[in-house]
């Protein structure tokens, strides 16, 4: 893939990050994006204050709608705004391109599979990343790495060139042995991470340090890791722990911030989805469904239901 050709669809804190890197390295980038933003870039260009590339500002193809099939399409959007984003590529399933979701969650694949054909694979990001404003990114940690898999859809030979062929100044990327491992790593700690970050108002530093507080993150985590051993995915939560307690002390979480803003989080999405995934395997998961109530009530206290 020496002539790549990247789509990113959401210009926000992740796929943001990701148009500027491929583009500073000069990567034909499209950004599929809303109106103002595409006016910005197409203005102003991508900005990007980065802890791994420092300051830059780069000039991606930007666009209402996709017009073409690329190599590869990022899908970054929130889960949230998922359907409405949809709208913005051609009708029907992608034949060529290879489709890279870097959503929280699980159930955003079978949706993507459904509107887009079996290219689709699984992906995620460990990165902290925000949206400034229109076409500002500024990245925060002093790592971004996406993991990959197919299950089938994609032969391996050719998403190991496609990863190999993104992976370079700003993005780490890895294969990981299949679909379910990629979305559970991220899912089982994340879910807990989101929660506890959100529900306390405090950076991953505190509740992982805090008796009470970590207590709640610890237990969130085993009933991520007991969920996905049941779905064929065996965790380690010792070593879930462990990852969470190497973190930057002041590193936050895309719900927390969301929430903070006032903004619809994905709350459902992420800590939702593994409830109802242990539901299926009749595995209940207490500690997380507490922690969704509350935040929900939350929510639902400072923007109330017309």
Same mark, same amino acid.
């Given at each position: ?142 790592? +971004?790495?996406?993991?990959? @898999? !197919?299950? *089938?859809? #994609?032969?391996?030979?050719? /998403? $190991?060139?496609? =990863? &190999? ?6 993005? +780490?990327?890895?294969?990981? @042995? !299949?679909? *379910?491992? #990629?979305?559970?790593?991220? /899912? $089982?700690?994340? =879910? &807990? ?26 237990? &969130? ?86």
């Amino acid at each position: 893939m020496s002539d790549l050709s990247v789509a990113v669809l959401g210009v926000g804190g992740v796929g943001g990050y990701i148009a500027a890197a491929l583009a500073a390295r000069g990567v034909p980038v499209t950004c599929v994006a809303r109106e103002a933003t595409v006016a910005v870039i197409r203005d102003r260009g991508l900005r990007l204050e980065s802890a791994v590339l420092g300051n830059l500002t780069t000039h991606p193809r930007p666009v209402l709608r996709l017009d073409e099939e690329p190599d590869l399409l990022f899908v970054t959007t929130k889960a949230t705004q998922l359907a409405g984003a949809l709208e913005r590529l051609p009708p029907g399933p992608l034949a060529r391109t290879i489709v890279i979701p870097l959503l929280n969650g699980l159930e955003h694949m079978a949706v993507l599979r459904q509107r887009l054909g079996v290219r689709v694979v699984a992906g995620s990001i460990r990165i902290e990343s925000r949206l400034e404003g229109s076409a500002h990114v500024v990245q925060t940690s002093p790592f +971004a790495l996406i993991r990959l @898999a !197919s299950d *089938g859809g #994609v032969p391996p030979a050719e /998403l $190991a060139a496609a =990863a &190999a062929a993104i992976s370079g100044a700003g993005l +780490a990327v890895e294969v990981a @042995a !299949s679909e *379910g491992i #990629v979305l559970w790593e991220k /899912l $089982a700690r994340l =879910a &807990a991470l989101a929660c506890t970050t959100t529900l306390s108002r405090k950076s991953v530093g505190f509740v992982r340090t805090d008796p009470g507080w970590r207590a709640l993150l610890t237990g &969130a985590v085993r009933e991520g890791v007991a969920v996905a051993a049941a779905c064929g995915v065996p965790l380690d939560a010792a070593a879930q722990m462990k990852t969470i307690d190497a973190m930057p002390e002041q590193l936050t979480t895309s719900m927390y911030r969301d929430v903070a803003a006032g903004r619809r989080s994905e709350l459902d999405a992420i800590a939702g989805a593994v409830v109802r995934a242990g539901q299926q395997h009749r595995i209940q998961s207490p500690i997380l469904a507490d922690l969704i109530g509350r935040i929900a009530a939350s929510e639902e206290s400072r923007c109330p239901q017309p």
